[in-house]
T-cell receptor
């Protein structure tokens, strides 16, 4: 089975711009979660989508948004980029909703640099 | 609030056992994870344990859970240089869906 894929892998943007990151979960997985990883704050939960619905949200400003499509692929968007948004953005997929699995599998991440 | 604490560094000799410790505060944690991250990579799921278990063994990995003290440990037997990485402990609550709370990570250095 192919793993979680994230595109692009690297991105450089300018302050004030917006960015869209994409995540394709493992085939058959319906839940996608997003995390931000920075040296200062570590790994922080952004939001989770399940069957196209946002099911949980972390403590991030409204500039961070996401969505999920009917094929379970997910995108996250960050508008009005700030220098502090520079981070590794990780996506995780799981087949949550099944009785038997709580495993979350992570993709390689998108490294976003804001200049 | 929810918090997960880990020591930041651990150095061991190749062939020794490594023990990475983690404490957490959320008593409603339903399942607890160990992830490994190598430089420039995402997180690799190593193992997880349900809160109603005390121990789980998976090849060279042994996870111990002391629910009373909210303490989780990961023991790696016969540690190899390829085990050098950052190890993250994370907790999840069934009622919180996919939200995991991560520790800061423990950097394991294995010396030959």
């Amino acid at each position: 089975k192919a793993g979680v894929t994230q595109t692009p892998r690297y991105l450089i943007k300018t302050r004030g711009q917006q960015v869209t990151l994409s995540c394709s979960p493992i085939s058959g997985h319906r839940s996608v979660s997003w995390y931000q990883q920075t040296p200062g704050q570590g790994l922080q939960f952004l939001f989770e989508y399940f069957s196209e619905t946002q099911r949980n949200k972390g403590n991030f400003p409204g500039r961070f948004s996401g969505r999920q499509f009917s094929n379970s692929r997910s995108e996250m968007n960050v508008s009005t980029l700030e220098l502090g948004d520079s981070a590794l953005y990780l996506c995780a997929s799981s087949n949550r909703g099944s009785t038997f699995s709580y495993e979350q599998y992570f993709g390689p991440g998108t490294r976003l640099t804001v200049t | 609030g929810e918090d997960v604490e880990q020591s930041l560094f651990l150095s061991v000799r190749e062939g020794d056992s490594s023990v990475i410790n983690c404490t957490y505060t959320d008593s409603s944690s339903t399942y607890l994870y160990w992830y490994k991250q190598e430089p420039g990579a995402g997180l690799q799921l190593l193992t997880y344990i349900f809160s109603n278990m005390d121990m789980k063994q998976d090849q060279r990995l042994t996870v111990l859970l002391n629910k009373k003290d909210k303490h989780l440990s990961l023991r790696i037997a016969d540690t190899q240089t390829g085990d050098s990485a950052i190890y993250f402990c994370a907790t999840g609550d069934y009622n919180q869906g996919g939200k995991l709370i991560f520790g800061q990570g423990t950097e394991l250095s294995v010396k030959p």
